[in-house]
């Protein structure tokens, strides 16, 4: 329970909780970081949901990742999540992307 301005309200009563979808949920614990520079330099976005890096304007641009989400995710070579892949587990991240390097295209939750 909470008191604000002397009033009583359960937790889903407030008005900025609600439910989130598992990707907003992994948003609002870091998301996906990727840089467009291996070792985690240069141009830097916050991916927060699964997502075809096209519309990103992150198409095969992609050198290193940190994975800070509480999900296993995958990054894909093609769009619409296919080709070759490679996971990242929760807290992991690739400074260096070796084959994978500028081939990214498409990533999600798995």
Request: no cysteine; hydrophobic share 35%.
């Amino acid at each position: 329970m909470s008191t604000i301005n002397n009033q009583t309200k359960g937790l889903f009563a407030l008005d900025t909780v609600e439910d989130l979808s598992h990707d907003s949920a992994a948003a609002i614990q870091g998301g996906i970081l990727v840089w467009d520079g291996a070792n985690f330099t240069g141009p830097r976005r916050d991916l927060q949901a699964s997502s075809n890096l096209i519309r990103q304007g992150f198409n095969d641009k992609i050198s290193s990742i940190t994975n800070n989400t509480q999900k296993t995710w995958a990054f894909y070579t093609n769009a619409n999540f296919t080709g070759p892949f490679f996971l990242l587990r929760p807290g992991q991240g690739r400074g260096n992307l070796g084959s994978f390097n500028n081939q990214i295209s498409s990533m999600r939750s798995v």
